[in-house]
């Protein structure tokens, strides 16, 4: 900003010769500051609410590895993992359809006999291609099959669809690294029985699970807040009869994700300081669809 010439008055046009450098502005150029106009205002328990998506997600990678060490030390058999998790998808597939009264079903035009074939198909391919399944990775060794679960799993955890609208958000290679690590794993157990069983119990966790919890967080806040404590709880009781160590530091994950994470985000957000002004890029605002007709 330089001293304005007498007897001419700046304005701000840019095709007109004027009297001044290039970089003159007067002093109405800070006027048009405004700070944090587009800042969104955060509420704690809000905050805390939907970080009940991340806790669903820690906690069902955390039942299933709990699961597999289950099943790979003997305490749990295939045949009981496969009928609870039938009967939980059974539970499951009926509040799905009630926490809606069957509008979606409606809306989407799919009959209960269609899912039962899908169901009964996915049932009979996965049975009989277990045992593919339990020599598929025979020629790796173990701990490059933990090695790459390990990294799956959390690409899983990345790439999940937590609501967000961000470009590395992709529900399919999500599952398909969830599940990519259970047939690693799977594959490490006894008998093709339990490859089966463990196979089925991963697409009940990964794939049908976050299903019916997003229709719960829809529908029904205050169930869906229930069944997220449930679930956690019962993830670490689980844990806890793995590891206590592990128990604690995975304890400790939870509280940290729903309770200081949204704490932070609210005392960092008081910190926002973005500047708007006449140095911002033009937007258009009008209608310009008429001309890509």
Known sequence: QGAQPPGKCWQKVLYERQPFPDNYVDHRFLEELRKNIYARKYQYWAVVF????????????????VIWWYMDNGLLTPQWLFGAGLASSLIGYVLFDVIDLGVGRKESGRTRWADLKSTLVFIAFTYGFSPVLKTLTESISTDTIYAMSVLMLLGHLIFFDYGANAAIVSSTLSLNMAIFASVCLASRLPRSLHTFAMVTFAIQMFALWPMLQKKLKARTPRCYVGVTLLFALSALAGLLTVSGVAALLFALLLVSISCLCPYCLIRLQLLKDNIHGPWDEAEIKDDLSRFLM
């Open 50 to 65: 939907e970080s009940g998506v991340v806790i669903q997600q820690l906690c069902s990678v955390c039942v299933f590895v």
